[in-house]
């Protein structure tokens, strides 16, 4: 664990100390290597947890979980089309023709085993991640706006002072957070990033990372840049389809996963994008817990696997990166290619 830490301080320090030097030729194959320096990122905030790369801030609290996950796509704002009809309340209703994105992961993982139950009530999520959860991980499916909050509950003069009622307005919130706090896995797809805007542990959570815009909905291509148990099997480069979210703040302390090739898009005239570092999953361990995110996931046809382009590679990254956040594999490696790189920058 020293060892870890001390690498990290020296790793860093030299990043910051070369940058000059070293700006034309960093390499990204350790998938920590952004130019923290860059006026573009935002600083690195104190969200007042144990958050990073560093498994001590791993721990685990509850020790009979089962092989399931949560699967959690209530939308609070603008739904996207993947997401099909707004569900019933409960868990596990009827999911319809239209509800492909949630179907695919519930298929996806009952393939490799893994039990997945899904919801878009508040209620029931917090029910469900209350204390002594037995899920090893949650995933927020394209969630949109103040998802966690208890909507139409209390909303009269009268009500919304009455202490006396049991209306726990943001219970979601406060489960998620003592879900992460005994050892839970987070999972964020795509619009995971447009959600909880004004929770700063929410965006701690997500890297000290949020949406800020993003371009049409267009070809590129992804680029590993980290060996980990989420990107195994994966070609250096694919294609894919997406808007591509431009990010602000820009994500610290996380080992990133994926990155597109920023040259070849067509971003919003009202951000620079992130150039040729421009990030699009990343993992982290956070107040207790696991998180692993990606930005991808846009297009309804993703479920279609093989069928979209880049869908098989796809669905490969959010099972592999779903099995890592469960702990059902080794999650967030240190990458041995950070070891070189730091000699790289002392030469």
């Known amino acids: 664990m020293a060892f870890a830490l001390a690498l990290s301080g020296s790793f860093f320090g030299t990043a910051w100390a070369d940058r000059d030097n070293d700006r034309g030729r960093l390499d990204t194959s350790s998938g920590l290597t952004p130019d923290m320096n860059d006026p573009d990122i935002a600083g690195d905030p104190d969200y007042g947890v144990c958050r990073g790369t560093n498994p001590k801030c791993y721990h ?52 490799v085993g893994v039990q997945a139950n ?32 208890k909507h139409g509950t209390a909303v009269s003069p009268t009500s919304a002072v ?17 879900f992460m706090r005994s050892g839970g896995g987070f999972v964020g797809i795509h619009n995971a990033f447009g959600t909880e ?37 994966l070609p250096a480069e694919w294609p894919f389809r997406d808007e591509w979210y431009n990010l602000r703040p820009f994500p610290t302390k996380v080992k990133f996963l994926l990155t597109v090739d920023a040259s070849q898009l067509s971003l919003s005239n009202d951000h620079p994008g992130h150039g040729k570092f421009h990030p699009v999953a990343w993992c982290q361990y956070y107040d207790g817990g696991r998180v692993w995110v990606t930005t991808l996931g846009h297009d309804p046809q993703f479920a279609q696997g093989a069928g979209f382009p880049g869908g098989a ?29 730091e000699h790289d920058h002392r030469r």
Not at 162 to 178: E, I, S, Y
């Open 197 to 233: 805007y004004n929770w700063p542990y929410y965006e701690g959570l997500l890297g000290n990372a949020n949406y800020y815009n993003h371009g049409a909905n267009q070809d590129g291509t992804v680029r590993v840049v980290a060996n980990d148990p989420s990107t195994v099997g």
């Open 118 to 149: 899904w919801t878009e009530d508040v209620n029931t999520l917090a029910g469900q991640l209350g204390p002594g959860s037995s899920y090893k991980a949650v995933i927020f499916l394209s969630p949109t706006r103040d998802t966690l909050w």
């Open 60 to 111: 685990n609290w509850v020790h009979d979980r089962q092989n399931r996950v949560l699967i959690y796509s209530r939308n609070a704002g603008p739904r996207h089309a993947n997401l099909g009809t707004a569900l019933a309340p409960g868990l596990n209703p009827v999911l319809g023709p239209n509800n492909v994105a949630q179907q695919a992961i519930v298929n996806w993982m009952a393939e």
């Open 162 to 178: 009455n202490t006396t009622t049991n209306a726990h307005l943001d219970a979601g919130k406060t489960a998620l957070r003592q």
């Open 313 to 341: 590679e796809f669905k490969k990254l959010v099972v592999q990166g779903i099995l890592s956040a469960m702990g059902n594999t080794e999650f967030c490696t240190h990458d041995h290619r950070q070891h070189h790189h």
